[in-house]
């Protein structure tokens, strides 16, 4: 299994564009959910989906745009890139296990995105 | 906002000796876990505590919670030098969906060889 795997690992935007971030995993995990990264802040919730169809907001969802057309995929969308949007994003995906109900994330390499 | 606040925020030490970080919550929760990030790189899972339990242990990892204080403690025994990175608790909060898990800010553990 390959994993969470994300793509691109580095991006270089101008201040403006629009740009998919790519988040595929292939462990079936039902949950997936997107965060970044800035130094001192840990990791802050950007949006979430509990499944194929439905996603809901996190901590930080504006200026972001997510759909899951499919289990495997959560791409995350930046329509209009802000200098403020300069920062590590991670992908992961979990599942809940059995009646424990215990989740445990898988988390991609990250992309690092900079905003000029 | 952040749930939790970890503590020390840097911890520097020599191989072989223990490594103490602390994490403190604001909410009820249903389960912390403790998350590993070498530089650069994504985070990796190390352990899961659920609200009743109250301590947990995995090798040299051992955590424990106290639900009344709203807090937590990562202990790694013997440490090495590949143990250096930065640790993160991370907090389910009760009755928020799966997915949604809330990050402290971390401890940079340094271990000297």
């Known amino acids: 299994n390959a994993g969470v795997t994300q793509t691109p690992k580095f991006q270089v935007l101008k201040t403006g564009q629009s740009m998919t971030l790519q988040c595929a995993q292939d462990?079936?995990?039902?949950?997936m959910s997107w965060y970044r990264q800035d130094p001192g802040m840990g990791l802050r919730l950007i949006h979430y989906?509990?499944?194929?169809?439905?996603?809901d907001q996190g901590e930080v969802p504006n200026g972001y745009n997510v759909s899951r057309s499919t289990t495997e995929d959560f791409p995350l969308r930046l329509l209009s890139a802000a200098p403020s949007q300069t920062s590590v994003y991670f992908c992961?995906?979990?599942?809940?296990?059995?009646?424990?109900?215990?989740?445990?994330?898988?988390f991609g390499p990250g992309t690092r995105l900079l905003v000029l | 906002s952040q749930q939790g606040e970890e503590d020390p925020q840097a911890l520097s030490i020599q191989e072989g000796e223990n490594a103490t970080m602390n994490c403190s919550y604001k909410?009820?929760?249903?389960?912390l876990q403790w998350y590993r990030q070498n530089s650069g790189r994504g985070l990796v899972h190390l352990i899961l505590?659920?609200?009743?339990?109250r301590e947990k242990h995995s090798g040299r990892l051992r955590v424990t919670l106290d639900t009344s204080k709203k807090s937590s403690s990562l202990l790694i025994t013997a440490s090495r030098a590949a143990d250096t990175a930065s640790y993160f608790c991370?907090?389910?909060?009760?009755?928020?969906?799966?997915?949604?898990?809330?990050f402290g800010q971390g401890t940079i553990l340094t271990v000297h060889p």
């Open positions: 505590i659920r609200s009743n339990e």
């Open positions: 991370a907090t389910l909060a009760g009755g928020t969906s799966y997915g949604k898990l809330t």
């Open positions: 989906s509990v499944g194929a169809g439905i996603t």
């Open positions: 462990m079936n995990h039902e949950y």
């Open positions: 909410t009820s929760i249903n389960n």
């Open positions: 992961a995906s979990s599942y809940v296990a059995g009646v424990s109900g215990s989740e445990t994330q898988y």
